[in-house]
């Protein structure tokens, strides 16, 4: 079910910049017992980024209150927010753009996530590497066409995932989940200063391995660190977190940072 601009529809218009440019900003959040888990930070990923995009967008009270309204709805599943910068105007300049658009739907959970979890997964490495952009590192942005073109790669691989580095060869992320690599205590995730999504589960990872017995460092590394580590994992605010069983010729028998983080990871958050 999609509600756009709060009418219960399934069509936008072809001038939207969304269409146009991939002009706008996205969230994905995970619906348990009809609540959107870390709904305060999806949120507040939407407005940072809304905020650097220099889009315009003030209906953050509406749009909460409709993206409560539909996870009520689905109970259990996903939702999804798109913010658009809104029509307006054939070339670049976003001038003659009069208001932002949003765009909500909720759908069911991915259906092979607990089986990964329960199994672990393989990972290859993707030949589609990441632009650099310092302005929109870390940001989930409209423009996915790179991830597009890794799933279009990976699909015809027998992995799960990918492993994806930047267009200097630095480790960056996944597909569509962020990574993390444990060497004896130290766990290792990659800088998003150039590249990369900045997921709200690796946010949460994050906060919750600095409370742990664990160092953590995030870090520019080639993927032999990958191939060398005791210990991979990925995540995302739908999985929440899954465990590597081989990369390349690299296997991966522990799982004490997946057993750590896995039943923390599990609660349900409303915040």
Known sequence: MFLINGVKQDSLAASDRSVQFGDGCFTTARIANGIPEFFDRHLQRLQQTCQTLMIPFTDWTLLSQEMHALAQSQQNGVLKVIISRGSGGRGYSPSACQRPSRILSVSAAPAHYPLWQQQGITLALSPVRLGRNAMLAGLKHLNRLEQVLIRTHLEQTQADEALVLDS???????????????????????RLD????????????????????????????????????????ICNALMPVVSVNQYAEARYLSRELFEFLAPLCEQSKKS
């Open 194 to 233: 150039h590249a990369g999504v900045n997921g709200i589960m690796r946010q949460h990872c994050l906060s919750l391995l600095a409370q742990s017995r664990f160092r953590v460092v995030e870090v520019s590394a080639r993927e032999e660190a990958v191939r060398q580590a005791d210990e991979v994992l």
């Open 168 to 190: 200097e060869g630095w480790v960056t992320e996944c597909c569509a989940a962020n990574l993390f690599w444990r060497a004896g205590d130290t766990v290792f995730t990659p």
